[in-house]
């Protein structure tokens, strides 16, 4: 009779500790967070990044915010999740937001991470503070072909079959050749690489075409927050096609910096910092 008292005690137990772990809020992205401030700031790296690339920024800010860096499924050495879509990211990233009773937070990301900031702020307009987008356009595609237009169904297979049949030595030296293009600060290149080369390949390939099929310039209109648009000094050649893209955001704030490439935090650092410290200090 003990034994068996035993057996439905350790039963009840296992099913209240498998509840227990089955109402928690699982997510598929990393969540590193840091500081204790009222105000929280999310943010969100770019394709193939990891967290650390806001390192620098969060070591600045923590003392007055509460920071969480976000690592998404299938990058950086994070597990992938299957079949992974950039709306499917956004729609996570917002429902951690609910979930966790973030309030009003600030969303802060770069490249891919600033479309889905920017995809947040579209869809939840009263879930966010402020945005601050980091060298990200509404529709990449259109800044090179202005008839572009998103392809429905749009089939993925085949960039990430080309990935994925990459030897070791080809994807690395294909990073290699790209890093040059996307940073100008040599001490962050092979790190930026290293997190390419930890990302899993599927998702890798998959996110890239998807994130490549993704036209926002109608759907950012919905947005109510005042929005920060920080851009590499490049762009300045493109104003006219980059003021379009973002014509429908009536809160765009747009500013391009000095010098540098893509990852503007590491190449104009100092400009970087005090737009920062203009646009989150200050208010």
């Known amino acids: 009779m003990r034994t068996y008292r035993n057996l439905i005690t350790l039963f009840i137990t296992l099913s209240i500790t498998f509840i227990s772990f089955g109402q928690k809020n699982i997510y598929s ?66 429902d951690f937001i609910k979930n966790e009773k973030i309030n009003s937070p600030i969303i802060m990301g770069h490249s891919m991470g600033g479309g889905l900031a920017l995809n947040i702020a579209s869809d939840h307009p009263k879930l966010v503070k402020k945005i601050f987008v980091v060298d990200a356009l509404p529709c990449l595609m ?22 994925m049949a990459m030897s070791e030595n080809e994807f690395l030296q294909m990073q290699k050749t ?3 293009t996307m940073v100008a600060n040599k001490s962050k290149q092979d790190l930026i690489v290293k997190w390419s080369l930890d990302s ?23 947005i109510e927050c005042p ?27 747009l500013q391009y910096a000095n010098k540098g490439l893509h990852f503007i935090m590491y190449d104009d650092q100092e400009w970087y910092f005090n737009q920062l410290n203009e646009n989150l200090l200050s208010n």
Request: glycine share 4%.
């Open 29 to 94: 992205f990393k969540i590193d967070k840091k500081g204790n401030g009222k105000q929280a700031i999310i943010f969100i790296p770019g394709f193939a990044s990891s967290a650390d690339v806001w390192e620098e920024t969060v070591l600045k800010f923590k003392n007055d915010f509460t920071c969480y860096s976000l690592t998404m499924p299938g990058f950086a050495g994070v597990m992938p999740k299957e079949n992974s879509t950039f709306n499917d990211w956004s729609n996570e990233i917002a």
């Open 227 to 253: 929005s920060v648009i920080l851009l590499q000094s490049h762009f300045k050649n493109f104003k006219t096609q980059i003021e379009n893209q973002y014509k429908n955001l009536k809160t765009a704030n």
């Open 200 to 222: 899993d390949r599927k998702t890798f390939g998959s996110m890239y075409c998807d994130f490549l099929n993704t036209d926002l310039r109608n759907k950012i209109k919905s």
């Open 178 to 180: 790209n890093i040059i």
């Open 142 to 163: 259109a800044l090179t072909n202005p008839s572009f237009t998103v392809k429905e169904n749009n089939d993925c297979s085949h960039m990430v079959n080309q990935i």
